[in-house]
């Protein structure tokens, strides 16, 4: 069933449920009346003609146990309502806030790379998490108890001004006071609220920052002085919340003695009602029995309403991730074969107002490799990234083509499917080395998986784990080293030989030796893929067919290792830097 | 962020879990017996209000007279006004007592934290700590406040309203008497299983945390691998399994109340099948009949509470527990009764005592094991460092290159063997005097919040404004903070995170040096840092070194060209020491590691 027809029918159901709910007093009202009082029966037909059904007053008098069964019959069938009430709202609700959840998730993946650089990861969680389970309470809690107080009133309403006009009005004078009250109430002390919050945030982070810094409080002897900032956090929360239960205390103590003066108001129009002979005593009690039923609803939908007023915020919250707009394709690109050669031409890319690329130009032809050299800030990874297409290029600001096709014809998903890469800094989801290798895909076997981590160097390593291939990494299970991650990342995109691949200084954290070993292996590995290695270190590169050098976003040299150095330029002087330190520095 | 995911268990009442609190229970004794009173009364005017209506009934509606009923409305507004300031009182004392209960645990966590020793906060997340001081603390003190608020009321209040039954009529009271047990299992064991669900509830709910962290960090690496929809095909997994929980919970509480108001429906049918026998056969006047139904009614509220706070009280023995276990952790290192005696503790120090240092430090026959490790890191190491060497740890990430350190520091201490200071073994002095004659600079530099100026003065509380600036000129710090907009009042964020590395690196360099300490630790950070902040922190560095014996944990060529000795360090073992050009020379390891290591840096000179 669809969440919405879910919903309508707990409505449904709660509304059956409160009927029967009512019906109780009319039961004692009508045992008091007119079994016991033998006062004629008085009230609308359907009530006589369901005595008149059952045997007549006479013949219920002598058998009260069936007036009992009859009552164990609305209360189970109100019970009934009631449960599916519950169930149909849980189902609704759950389901509402799962696809919502989902939502969220699938859409922060699409969501282009240049949204997630821009935003703070923490910020984004918390609309997720807390900001979701604001909504989920409002869903399945505030506003269905709206709806269910608006129902208890209106039915109470219908059915108290039919019996009694005078005693009617006394029992609804004080509920606008006791909502209204409860309302503004709450309303005013929001801003403590929130203070209050705030302290626990200021001791919270007072906490943290001392537990992360524990070596710095140390190494100053700072422990005299870490106690005291807590104490004072600690004091003032506590302090903060006291004060708040004093006017909280108020609040309800007030509350309390509303309802009590409503009760007693009732009890005195009762008390007149009956002296001037319109009031029956079973019609008294059902209106006290209907008063503290609709009193604690009452109380509860003042704050009901204070807090349901968050809810708006935090659906602005969330809206406003779900409306970013997600990474398109071009109308019509296509899933055609991502081979041939791959062209920059004149590339400028800036992040913000820093230009990083500044019209680069060149050609790696098809199953070469391109070797990239250059320093930090020199806009060696975000040659990598817009390959990718992580960022798009601004209209009139070059282009970038594989096989004569600009890149953003392609599908971007194909597009990315079709050149593994290793980053840097290269993220291991919290999965077992087997699915990170495998990127979860279920077309390659644990053989493909021993292969690529064969070739990284990382497979003896990870054959020596307990688990083997099975191993979890990251904080439930274990914790990899700096070059093994980089290993693991090469393996992940070596996997499956696409045509193109790209190492963003993918070695940086693995030793010399390791490093030639895992190279005269992708050598093999990667005959006939068009290979781009973006590194600092030459012996990396030299291999390569053709080696361009940048800095500061521009290409100053190009050619194959023997011309660069024939060149005498930068990457010369680098090499004989690299290369000779022993008679530099001995 | 640490999603540590802790199993709980339902485990019987222990009294023994409970008595553990008792010393915290001590400075509210007042309180907490006058919250007890109130509650008390509160529960006798819930129990009168259907007797008050009773007497209205009997007294005035069916007489249909209003001879004295003013009052009898008065005597109402009285009660009423009564119970209101009871109300005032009991929640106002009740949040003093949860407030101030959970802060005297906070506080004493906290403290006790403080001893710990740094091995212990090596193993542990933060989270786990950060859980236990603040969340397992709130919710002791709110059961402690509320569950004796809910306590008091629902066994006061069903006791009261057993015995009105009994008293106006027996044979009624006694039909109520033997569906209050019913009720209460019920009602204990719907509880039990809702608490069951909701902690899968919770467990699941955190792991979407955990799942919410992990896409948007990885937001990039699964771009590449284009795996967006299996990642969130996993997702739904998780959002599946806590739906399913929800489900189970919630549907058990939609279970759960309509058979406990059931069970009251049957309590009202009885008292209305049998009432209305005695009534019509005039043995039982209206009013009684009225108030025994609003009984039968009401009798479902108190058990209720009492019901829900009895599971509630079992499961914060959990809570109980966690804390329990954190103040059972006792610090490894620690100083001896005659030290404490001359030198005073961390919080206490006798400053008066404490001898000057000079700075010689001699490492005589150390062998040390880290507690989780399995083997000898040193084994009868011996090293004499004059005052004013500059020692240098050289090693690959991982190696074990802050071994030293801890031991100079007495982070940890020699398993056999002896670190001498001065000629006196460190463990005669104590822990304090030692931290405040070092200065240290953390390789991620730790800045709290709050101004610069605020984080300098953290290395000498005492320091004037002057002083302050003197140490960030020596740094070079000034350079930096003259940038910002308010200066030395500038605020550095969480974890000083508004600032760059490097400039925190400058900053932590000013607070170290403003303490003028004999000994200096840097362990270098490792991330690359802009050019010009490079220069200005190694021009700091070589400020900072003049004069005192420093261990540097270094990353950087030109660091390491700064000092007297060098140690490689090796799969956490030092194999070789001596100076650059005698290490160079050997052609061994740190030939090696150096190349490898300081090509980058070589490019970076190059371009």
New interface residues.
């Given amino acids: 069933m669809s969440g919405r027809l879910l919903y309508i029918g707990s409505v449904f159901f709660m509304a059956a449920s409160i009927l029967a709910t009512y019906a109780?007093p009319q039961?004692?009202r009508f045992?008091?009346d007119n079994?016991?009082g033998g006062l004629p029966l008085t009230s609308n037909v359907f009530v006589a003609a369901l005595v008149e059904r059952a045997g007549g007053v006479e013949y219920l008098?002598a058998n009260?146990?069936s007036?009992?069964a009859f009552?164990?019959l609305v209360?189970?069938a109100?019970?009934?309502c009631?449960?599916i009430?519950?169930?149909f709202?849980?189902?609704g609700s759950?389901?509402f806030?799962?696809r919502l959840?989902?939502r969220?998730?699938?859409h922060?993946?699409?969501?282009p790379?240049a949204w997630?650089v821009n935003v703070q990861?923490g910020d984004?969680?918390q609309r997720?998490?807390s900001d979701v389970e604001v909504v989920r309470n409002f869903i399945?809690s505030q506003l269905i108890e709206m709806a269910r107080t608006l129902l208890l009133f209106v039915f109470a309403y219908i059915i108290l001004f039919s019996m009694n006009v005078p005693m009617a009005m006394a029992s609804f004078v004080f509920l606008p006071v006791i909502i209204g009250y409860s309302f503004f109430f709450l309303r005013g002390v929001g801003s403590r609220f929130l203070a209050a919050d705030e302290a626990?945030g200021q001791?919270?982070?007072v906490?943290?920052?001392?537990?992360?810094?524990?070596?710095?409080?140390?190494?100053?002897?700072?422990?005299?002085?870490?106690?005291d900032r807590?104490?004072r956090e600690?004091?003032n929360?506590?302090?903060l919340?006291?004060r708040?239960?004093?006017l909280?205390?108020?609040y309800?103590?007030?509350s309390?003695?509303i309802t009590?003066?409503q009760?007693?108001i009732t009890?005195?129009v009762?008390?007149?009602q009956?002296?001037a002979?319109s009031?029956t005593?079973g019609e008294?009690?059902v209106f006290?029995?209907y008063n503290s039923m609709i009193i604690w609803p009452a109380r509860g939908l003042g704050r009901v309403l204070s807090e349901a007023s968050k809810t708006s915020v935090s659906l602005g919250r969330i809206k406003e991730i779900l409306d970013a707009p997600d990474e398109l394709d071009l109308p019509g690109a296509f899933e055609m074969p991502v081979d041939g050669d791959i062209v920059y031409d004149g590339v400028t890319f800036s992040y913000g107002n820093k230009k990083v690329l500044d019209n680069v130009s060149f050609t790696v032809e098809k199953g070469t490799t391109l070797g990239i050299?250059g320093?930090?800030?020199?806009g060696k990874t975000t040659v990598a990234h817009l390959l990718?297409r992580?960022y798009d290029l601004e209209p009139g600001n070059g282009s970038i083509s594989i096989g004569g096709a600009d890149i953003t014809e392609f599908k971007r998903?194909w597009l990315?499917?079709n050149?593994g890469?290793a980053?840097q800094e290269?993220?291991l989801?919290?999965r077992t080395i087997k699915e990170n290798i495998a990127?979860?895909?279920p077309r390659y076997t644990i053989d493909d998986i021993r292969k690529a981590a064969g070739i990284s160097c990382i497979g003896d390593a990870v054959e020596a784990f307990a688990n083997g291939y099975d191993t979890v990494v990251g904080?439930?299970g274990v914790t990899l080293?700096?070059?093994q991650k980089q290993r693991v990342a090469i393996a992940?995109a070596i996997l499956g030989n696409p045509p193109i691949m790209v190492f963003d200084d993918s070695l940086?954290?693995v030793?010399?030796e390791t490093d030639a070993k895992i190279r005269a292996a992708l050598n093999e590995r990667t005959s006939g893929s068009t290979v781009i290695i973006i590194s600092?270190?030459?012996t990396s590169l030299l291999k390569a067919d053709k080696i361009i050098v940048l800095?500061d976003g521009r290409v100053i040299e190009t050619g194959s290792h023997p011309e660069l150095l024939e060149q005498g330029g930068?990457y010369s002087?680098?090499y004989g830097?690299?290369s000779s330190?022993?008679e530099a520095?001995? | 962020m640490?999603?540590f995911?802790e199993e709980e268990y339902l485990k019987p009442f222990s009294l023994k879990v409970w008595s553990s609190m008792l010393p915290y229970f001590k400075p509210y004794k007042k309180e907490l017996v006058i919250v007890a009173l109130f509650m008390l009364y509160c529960a006798l005017i819930d129990v009168a209000?259907p007797l008050?209506?009773k007497h209205?009934?009997d007294s005035?509606?069916?007489p249909?007279?209003?001879a004295g009923?003013l009052p009898v409305?008065l005597l109402?507004?009285f009660?009423?006004?009564t119970?209101?300031?009871a109300?005032?009182?009991?929640?106002?004392i009740?949040?003093?007592i949860?407030?101030?209960f959970?802060?005297d645990l906070?506080?004493d966590l906290?403290?006790h934290?403080?001893?710990l020793s740094?091995s212990y906060?090596n193993t542990t997340p933060?989270g786990y700590?950060?859980a236990r001081?603040?969340s397992d603390t709130g919710r002791i003190g709110e059961i402690v406040a509320w569950g004796l608020v809910d306590v008091m009321w629902g066994f006061s209040c069903a006791l009261f309203v057993l015995v009105a039954m009994l008293v106006l009529n027996w044979k009624i009271g006694l039909i109520m008497l033997a569906l209050v047990p019913v009720m209460l299992l019920v009602t204990i064991w719907f509880q039990n299983k809702i608490l069951h669900y909701n902690r899968r509830v919770r467990r699941a709910?955190s792991r979407?945390?955990?799942?919410?962290?992990?896409?948007?960090?990885?937001?990039?690496?699964?771009?590449?691998?284009?795996?967006?929809?299996?990642?969130?095909a996993?997702?739904?997994r998780l959002?599946?399994d806590?739906?399913r929980n929800?489900?189970k919970a919630?549907?058990l509480?939609?279970?759960y109340?309509?058979?406990i108001?059931?069970i009251g429906?049957?309590a009202?049918?009885?008292v209305?099948?049998s009432g209305?026998?005695f009534?019509?056969n005039e043995s039982m006047p209206?009013g009684t009949?009225?108030a025994m139904?609003?009984y039968a009614?009401i009798i479902f509220e108190p058990i209720q509470h009492i019901a829900r706070i009895f599971t509630e009280i079992v499961a914060t023995q959990a809570n109980i527990e966690r804390v329990n276990g954190l103040f059972e952790k006792k610090p490894e290192i620690t100083d001896s009764p005659a030290v404490i005696e001359k030198y005073g503790d961390?919080?206490?120090?006798k400053r008066e005592n404490w001898e000057p240092i000079n700075g010689d430090i001699e490492f005589r026959d150390v062998t040390f094991m880290y507690p989780d490790g399995h083997e000898n890191v040193l084994e009868n190491f011996s090293l004499t460092i004059p005052a004013g060497t500059t020692v240098a740890i050289v090693g690959?990430?991982?190696a074990g290159k802050s071994t030293l350190v801890n031991l100079v520091?007495r982070?940890f201490e020699p398993t056999s063997g002896k670190v001498l200071i001065d000629g006196r073994d460190y463990r005669e002095r104590s822990?304090?005097w030692l931290?405040?004659n070092?200065?240290?600079v953390?390789q991620s530099p730790?800045l709290?919040?709050g101004s610069i100026k605020e984080n300098i003065r953290?290395?000498k509380?005492d320091a004037t404004d002057k002083e302050i600036i003197t140490a960030a000129k020596l740094v070079s710090a000034d350079r930096v903070i003259y940038k910002l907009p308010n200066g030395l009042l500038s605020d550095v964020g969480?974890?000083g995170d508004k600032l760059s590395t490097g400039e925190k690196q400058l900053i932590s360099f000013a607070?170290a040096v403003i303490?003028d300490p004999r000994i200096f630790?840097l362990d270098e950070a490792t991330s690359?840092i802009?050019t010009e902040t490079e220069l200005l922190i190694q021009n700091a560095i070589s400020n900072i070194l003049k004069g005192r014996t420093s261990f540097l944990i270094a990353h950087r060529l030109s660091t390491i060209k700064m000092a007297d000795l060098i140690l490689v360090v090796r799969d956490g073992k030092i194999i070789e020491h001596g100076t650059?050009?005698e290490l160079?020379?050997q052609k061994g390891y740190y030939?090696?590691l150096?190349?490898?290591q300081?090509?980058?840096e070589?490019?970076?000179?190059?371009?």
């Avoid at chain 1, 922060?108 to 969501?111: E, G, M, V």
């Avoid at chain 1, 906490?207 to 106690?227: C, D, K, S």
């Avoid at chain 2, 961390?346 to 120090?349: A, K």
Wanted: net charge positive; charged share 15%; glycine share 8%.
């Fill in positions: 109780v039961i004692i045992v008091v079994l016991v008098r009260i146990l007036v009992g009552t164990l209360a189970g109100g019970g009934l009631n449960f009430r519950g169930r709202l849980i189902l759950e389901g806030i799962r959840r989902e969220l998730y699938s922060i993946q699409k969501l790379y997630h990861a984004i969680i997720c998490t399945a626990e001791l919270l982070s906490a943290q920052e001392n537990l992360t810094g524990v070596r710095v409080v140390r190494a100053f002897g700072r422990e005299r002085y870490e106690i807590f104490e600690n004091n929360f506590a302090n919340w006291v708040l239960g004093s909280l205390s108020w309800w103590g007030t309390d003695m009590a003066l009760m007693i009890c005195v009762g008390v007149y009956a002296v002979g009031l005593v008294f009690i006290l029995s050299l320093g930090t800030g020199s990718c992580l998903a990315r499917r050149i890469i980053l290269p993220f989801y919290s990127s979860l895909m904080e439930r080293s700096g070059g992940r940086s954290a030793d010399t600092h270190r030459i800095e930068v002087r680098v830097l690299q330190i022993e520095d001995a | 640490n999603y995911e209000i008050y209506q209205i009934i005035f509606i069916i249909k007279s209003t009923l409305v109402g507004v009660f009423a006004a119970a209101m300031i109300v005032v009182f009991f929640t106002r009740a949040i003093k949860e407030m101030k959970s802060r906070k506080r906290f403290n934290l403080q001893t740094l906060y933060v700590m950060i001081v603040m709910n979407i945390t955990g799942a919410f962290n992990e896409g948007i960090l990885g937001a990039r690496t699964s771009k590449t691998l284009v795996i967006e929809d299996i990642n969130s996993d997702f739904s959002t599946g806590m739906r929800s489900v919630g549907t509480s939609a279970i109340l309509p058979v108001l059931f429906s049957i009202v049918t009885g209305l099948v209305s026998g009534v019509m209206y009949f009225s139904i609003s009614i961390n919080f206490n120090p690959e990430t991982g520091c982070f822990q304090l931290h405040s070092i200065g240290y953390l730790h709290f919040s953290y290395g509380l969480e974890g607070r303490a630790v690359s802009d650059h050009r160079i020379r030939k090696q150096y190349t490898m300081f090509e980058d070589l490019d970076l000179a190059a371009f």
